[in-house]
């Protein structure tokens, strides 16, 4: 995941946990009305980075009518954060998200340990003797030519694997902290490694109807139905802030653990802020120094690029999944936010050793924007990649 470049004495990096106490419900941005379902998914960082923002301000008392009037009149949110709660609220208004991460338990190390959605170019093939194994596509090294391939955005090349084996997409979603790390070091993961979403969560289905508050009966027509989020025992959701001293002091000295909505319906999960020993296990890396090795970035929260890849970013090969669309409620403006598509997350981009040192310069905190990686949109991990036919 992406380290926050700044001064040790500026800012501070703090991990959360959040623990359901509940089923969760996290809409879509389709219109939800009588006769409908509302289909929870799993939390964006837009609505965790709310739910954490919304939190700190209240910590501090803040005039919630005032910061929306404040918005509403034309201030951007720092603004008017500092207009209405003084230099904390600007201060809260500059803290960066980093999440929302799902975790399971180790039962080898008894520590929390996140998981990443598995790398768009990782494939399956059969073994006769061994059952499914793993394989990964790379680029192509320049001097081989692939019938047919014509070169595409300034010369990008194929991706490729050296096999004679019918490839497949892994029907599971995820991929362990040790299996990520592998796949970073330009090596082939296990299939141990990968996890399916069976085993982390499921969904319910619930029917409800609208009550009239008037007469105490069931209004006609307002029968709806929702499926909601529902993680298995010992799953969990993490995430960390990167903020002031004093903001991250707020966190600290308010109750811990602490109760906190998120998502919709007024659920809630147990907010738990984690000093350093007891953050979760990561897949961070120490890259080779050396320098002829290109670099490789995998999504590991949706991105929003206005296209299939961030600007700026000249890219060798990529491999980008489908698109997610991204709506929501606008609290201060009182209104819906515009829908969004964001490319989703695993998507994995190769980057040669060339360009990759001025490219990277205009993304110090994420892919994408400043103001949408502050949510925690773009955020990756980054490792190292070797052409498909040196492997």
Same mark, same amino acid.
């Given at each position: 995941?992406?380290?926050?470049?700044?001064?040790? /004495?500026?800012?501070?990096?703090?991990?959360?946990?959040?623990?359901?106490v509940?089923?969760?419900?996290?809409?879509?941005?389709?219109?939800?009305?009588?006769? /409908? #379902?509302?289909?929870?998914?799993?939390?964006?960082?837009?609505?965790? *980075?709310?739910?954490?923002?919304?939190?700190?301000? #209240?910590?501090?008392?803040?005039?919630?009518?005032?910061?929306?009037?404040?918005?509403?009149?034309? +201030? =951007?949110?720092?603004?008017?954060?500092?207009?209405?709660?003084?230099?904390?609220?600007?201060?809260?208004?500059?803290?960066?998200?980093?999440?929302?991460?799902?975790?399971?338990? +180790?039962?080898? =190390?008894?520590?929390?340990?996140?998981?990443?959605?598995?790398?768009? /170019?990782? !494939?399956?093939?059969?073994? +006769?003797?061994?059952?499914?194994?793993?394989?990964?596509?790379?680029?192509?090294?320049?001097?081989?030519?692939?019938?047919?391939?014509?070169? @595409?955005?300034?010369?990008?090349?194929?991706?490729?694997?050296? =096999?004679?084996?019918i490839?497949r997409?892994?029907? @599971?979603?995820?991929?362990?902290?040790? &299996?990520?790390?592998?796949?970073?070091?330009?090596?082939?993961?296990s299939?141990?490694?990968?996890?399916?979403?069976?085993?982390?969560?499921?969904?319910?289905?619930?029917?409800?109807?609208?009550?009239?508050?008037?007469?105490?009966?069931?209004?006609? &027509?307002?029968?709806y139905?929702? $499926? $909601?989020l529902?993680?298995?025992?010992?799953?969990?959701?993490?995430?960390?802030?990167?903020?002031?001293?004093?903001?991250?002091?707020?966190?600290?000295?308010?109750?811990?653990? !602490?109760?906190?909505?998120? &998502?919709?319906?007024?659920? @809630?999960?147990?907010?738990?802020?984690c000093?350093?020993?007891?953050?979760?296990?990561? *897949?961070?890396?120490?890259?080779?120094?050396?320098e002829? +090795?290109?670099?490789i970035?995998?999504?590991? =929260?949706?991105?929003?690029?206005?296209?299939?890849?961030?600007?700026?970013? !000249?890219?060798?090969?990529?491999?980008?999944?489908?698109?997610?669309?991204?709506?929501?409620?606008?609290?201060?403006l009182?209104?819906?936010?515009? /829908?969004?598509?964001?490319? $989703?997350?695993?998507?994995?981009?190769?980057?040669?050793p060339?360009?990759?040192?001025?490219?990277?310069?205009?993304?110090?905190?994420?892919l994408?924007?400043?103001?949408?990686?502050?949510?925690?949109?773009?955020?990756?991990?980054?490792?190292?990649w070797?052409?498909?036919n040196?492997?």
């Amino acid at each position: 995941m992406t380290e926050f470049y700044c001064s040790e /004495t500026e800012y501070t990096q703090l991990w959360l946990s959040l623990d359901p106490v509940d089923t969760l419900f996290f809409r879509d941005g389709r219109p939800f009305d009588e006769k /409908t #379902r509302a289909v929870s998914g799993l939390p964006n960082p837009q609505i965790l *980075a709310g739910a954490l923002r919304t939190e700190l301000l #209240r910590s501090i008392d803040i005039n919630f009518k005032s910061l929306s009037e404040a918005i509403g009149n034309g +201030n =951007t949110f720092e603004t008017a954060a500092f207009d209405v709660g003084g230099k904390i609220g600007a201060e809260i208004a500059q803290a960066r998200f980093r999440g929302p991460y799902i975790s399971y338990k +180790n039962s080898n =190390t008894d520590k929390d340990e996140i998981l990443y959605p598995v790398p768009c /170019t990782l !494939r399956l093939f059969e073994n +006769n003797e061994k059952g499914k194994e793993v394989v990964r596509l790379d680029p192509l090294d320049t001097e081989n030519s692939l019938p047919g391939w014509k070169n @595409q955005n300034g010369g990008m090349q194929p991706l490729w694997a050296m =096999t004679n084996n019918i490839l497949r997409l892994p029907e @599971q979603e995820w991929i362990t902290c040790e &299996g990520m790390k592998d796949f970073l070091l330009g090596k082939v993961p296990s299939i141990n490694s990968l996890v399916s979403s069976d085993s982390l969560y499921g969904f319910e289905d619930r029917t409800g109807i609208t009550i009239d508050s008037k007469f105490g009966t069931a209004k006609e &027509g307002m029968l709806y139905a929702t $499926r $909601r989020l529902v993680l298995k025992p010992n799953i969990k959701f993490w995430a960390s802030v990167i903020a002031s001293p004093q903001v991250i002091t707020l966190l600290l000295e308010s109750n811990n653990p !602490r109760l906190l909505p998120f &998502g919709g319906e007024g659920r @809630q999960v147990i907010l738990n802020s984690c000093a350093n020993n007891f953050k979760p296990l990561t *897949a961070q890396i120490e890259l080779p120094q050396n320098e002829k +090795n290109g670099r490789i970035l995998v999504l590991t =929260t949706p991105g929003h690029f206005g296209s299939w890849r961030p600007k700026s970013l !000249r890219v060798l090969s990529a491999a980008v999944s489908e698109h997610v669309a991204i709506s929501g409620w606008d609290l201060a403006l009182d209104g819906p936010k515009r /829908t969004r598509f964001a490319v $989703r997350e695993g998507s994995v981009y190769f980057v040669s050793p060339e360009t990759f040192k001025e490219d990277m310069m205009s993304f110090p905190y994420g892919l994408g924007d400043v103001s949408d990686t502050a949510l925690g949109w773009g955020d990756y991990c980054e490792g190292v990649w070797f052409h498909a036919n040196n492997l």
